[in-house]
Nanobody
Framework: VQLQESGPGLVKPSQTLSLSCTVSGASITTDYYYWSWIRQSPEKGLEWIAYISFSGGTYYSPSLKSRASISRDTSNNQFTLRLSSLTPEDTAVYYC????????????WGQGTQVTVSS
């Protein structure tokens, strides 16, 4: 299983970030997997953002729920994160990852993509 993030490396404050994760070697609709976005920064450490489930259900971190949106494109086996009203505090490495419903651990991760919010 491979996950690959894609998106802009530099975005301006107040803009909306859009990141995609392309999955190969597994289907994002296979029972019972959950597909997440996670970010990491020196200031905040690892922060889970949201997931979309095998059935299309979504769940968000309470702290980011008002600004985050996760969706999927099953025909291209991709899922996408949109994060609005960006500030420099959103600067981080963004990862996509997979988790099985039977585990609290993520078993596959993308390599991560650096996103910098700066004018």
């Amino acid at each position: 299983v491979q996950l690959q993030e894609s998106g802009p490396g530099l975005v301006k404050p107040s803009q909306t970030l859009s990141l995609s994760c392309t999955v190969s070697g597994a289907s994002i609709t296979t029972d019972y997997y959950y597909w997440s976005w996670i970010r990491q920064s020196p200031e905040k450490g690892l922060e889970w953002i949201a997931y979309i489930s095998f059935s299309g259900g979504t769940y968000y971190s309470p702290s980011l729920k008002s600004r985050a949106s996760i969706s999927r494109d099953t025909s291209n086996n991709q899922f996408t994160l949109r994060l609005s009203s960006l500030t420099p505090e959103d600067t981080a490495v963004y990862y996509c990852a997979r988790r099985n419903s039977d585990s609290l651990m993520f078993d596959y991760w993308g390599q991560g993509t650096q996103v910098t919010v700066s004018s």
